[in-house]
């Protein structure tokens, strides 16, 4: 897996999570217990406020969760982001 920081902001997994090798996660990014990241999915907390993926979330391959500058995401326990979508500045 990239995990990457960004201006200081360094992405938090709970050991409990699978992250998989493909995929990708940048900055502010805070991942919960008992989540699945799927092969190609990028969560960018590279612009704004804060990504948080609360427990047992589930982003599929092909994914990608970015924000807009100043807006938090928060994927809500046990939420699950199909194959292939794109959540850009939900709250």
């Not at 699978?18 to 995929?23: E, R, T």
């Amino acid at each position: 897996m990239a995990i990457y920081s960004f201006k200081s902001h360094i992405p938090v997994i709970h050991e409990s999570s699978f992250v998989h090798p493909q995929a990708t996660v940048i900055g502010n990014v805070i991942i919960g217990e008992n989540c699945y990241v799927g092969p190609s999915a990028v969560i960018r907390g590279d612009w704004g406020g804060e990504i948080i993926l609360e427990d047992g979330v589930n982003v599929q391959e092909n994914c990608t969760v970015h924000m807009f500058p100043g807006k938090s995401i928060r994927l809500r326990e046990g939420a699950h982001v199909g194959h292939g979508a794109i959540i850009h500045g939900a709250t």
